[in-house]
Protein backbone atom coordinates (compact mmCIF):
# COMPACT_ATOMS: atom_id res chain seq x y z
CA UNK A 1 0.00 0.00 0.00
CA UNK A 2 1.43 3.14 -0.95
CA UNK A 3 1.73 6.39 1.61
CA UNK A 4 0.03 9.34 1.13
CA UNK A 5 3.14 11.30 -0.09
CA UNK A 6 3.76 8.38 -2.35
CA UNK A 7 0.02 9.06 -4.11
CA UNK A 8 0.80 12.95 -3.61
CA UNK A 9 4.39 12.68 -5.74
CA UNK A 10 2.49 10.71 -8.54
CA UNK A 11 -0.41 12.95 -8.34
CA UNK A 12 2.26 16.55 -9.20
CA UNK A 13 4.57 15.09 -11.29
CA UNK A 14 5.01 16.53 -14.58
CA UNK A 15 1.82 15.18 -16.66
CA UNK A 16 2.69 16.62 -20.02
CA UNK A 17 5.01 13.53 -20.02
CA UNK A 18 1.74 11.10 -18.99
CA UNK A 19 -0.89 13.16 -21.48
CA UNK A 20 1.75 12.85 -24.50
CA UNK A 21 2.09 9.08 -24.62
CA UNK A 22 -2.01 9.06 -25.49
CA UNK A 23 -3.23 12.43 -25.95
CA UNK A 24 -2.82 14.63 -29.17
CA UNK A 25 -3.46 17.87 -27.25
CA UNK A 26 -2.91 19.03 -23.39
CA UNK A 27 -6.53 19.72 -21.96
CA UNK A 28 -4.66 22.59 -20.04
CA UNK A 29 -3.49 24.36 -22.96
CA UNK A 30 -6.63 24.70 -25.32
CA UNK A 31 -7.17 27.29 -28.00
CA UNK A 32 -8.98 27.40 -31.33
CA UNK A 33 -6.12 26.08 -33.01
CA UNK A 34 -6.99 22.78 -31.49
CA UNK A 35 -9.20 21.09 -34.29
CA UNK A 36 -11.03 17.61 -33.47
CA UNK A 37 -11.48 15.38 -36.02
CA UNK A 38 -13.48 12.53 -37.15
CA UNK A 39 -12.90 8.56 -36.22
CA UNK A 40 -14.27 6.21 -39.10
CA UNK A 41 -12.82 3.20 -40.80
CA UNK A 42 -10.12 3.51 -37.69
CA UNK A 43 -8.50 6.37 -38.99
CA UNK A 44 -8.93 10.72 -37.97
CA UNK A 45 -10.25 12.88 -40.71
CA UNK A 46 -11.62 16.09 -40.74
CA UNK A 47 -14.56 17.98 -41.93
CA UNK A 48 -15.43 21.27 -44.37
CA UNK A 49 -16.44 23.13 -41.44
CA UNK A 50 -15.98 23.41 -38.13
CA UNK A 51 -17.93 25.12 -35.16
CA UNK A 52 -16.35 26.81 -31.77
CA UNK A 53 -17.07 25.36 -28.34
CA UNK A 54 -17.70 28.06 -26.06
CA UNK A 55 -15.00 27.59 -22.45
CA UNK A 56 -18.12 28.25 -19.93
CA UNK A 57 -15.88 30.01 -17.53
CA UNK A 58 -14.76 32.99 -19.79
CA UNK A 59 -17.38 32.90 -23.12
CA UNK A 60 -14.22 32.89 -24.93
CA UNK A 61 -13.74 29.74 -27.70
CA UNK A 62 -11.36 27.35 -26.55
CA UNK A 63 -11.38 23.79 -28.95
CA UNK A 64 -12.60 23.74 -33.14
CA UNK A 65 -14.94 20.59 -33.18
CA UNK A 66 -15.81 19.18 -36.02
CA UNK A 67 -19.74 19.99 -37.38
CA UNK A 68 -20.29 17.01 -40.10
CA UNK A 69 -23.13 17.79 -42.47
CA UNK A 70 -24.93 14.78 -44.38
CA UNK A 71 -23.35 15.03 -47.52
CA UNK A 72 -20.32 13.66 -45.08
CA UNK A 73 -21.92 11.10 -43.67
CA UNK A 74 -21.41 8.20 -46.07
CA UNK A 75 -18.14 6.83 -44.84
CA UNK A 76 -19.58 7.01 -41.41
CA UNK A 77 -22.88 4.71 -42.71
CA UNK A 78 -20.13 2.48 -44.28
CA UNK A 79 -18.43 2.06 -41.60
CA UNK A 80 -21.59 0.60 -39.37
CA UNK A 81 -22.88 -1.37 -41.39
CA UNK A 82 -19.77 -3.31 -41.90
CA UNK A 83 -19.91 -4.41 -38.20
CA UNK A 84 -20.98 -7.77 -38.00
CA UNK A 85 -24.32 -7.86 -35.78
CA UNK A 86 -23.81 -10.54 -33.58
CA UNK A 87 -20.42 -9.09 -31.79
CA UNK A 88 -17.46 -11.07 -31.25
CA UNK A 89 -18.74 -11.80 -27.45
CA UNK A 90 -21.82 -13.88 -28.37
CA UNK A 91 -22.12 -16.83 -26.58
CA UNK A 92 -24.43 -18.23 -28.98
CA UNK A 93 -21.67 -17.76 -32.48
CA UNK A 94 -18.34 -18.14 -30.58
CA UNK A 95 -18.56 -20.47 -27.90
CA UNK A 96 -14.65 -20.54 -27.21
CA UNK A 97 -14.10 -16.79 -26.26
CA UNK A 98 -16.85 -17.05 -24.43
CA UNK A 99 -15.72 -19.62 -22.55
CA UNK A 100 -12.16 -18.27 -22.21
CA UNK A 101 -13.54 -14.79 -20.91
CA UNK A 102 -16.31 -16.73 -18.51
Keep these: MKS ?14 HLSKFATLDPRDLSTKNVGM ?13 KD ?8 PMFRNPDTSLDEIQPFVDSLLAVPK ?6 LKNKERYLMLG
Excluded: A
Design 53 to 60: LIDPMNGK
Design 4 to 17: CNQLFSLQTRDKST
Design 86 to 91: HGLHNP
Design 38 to 50: NLVHGEWVGTENY
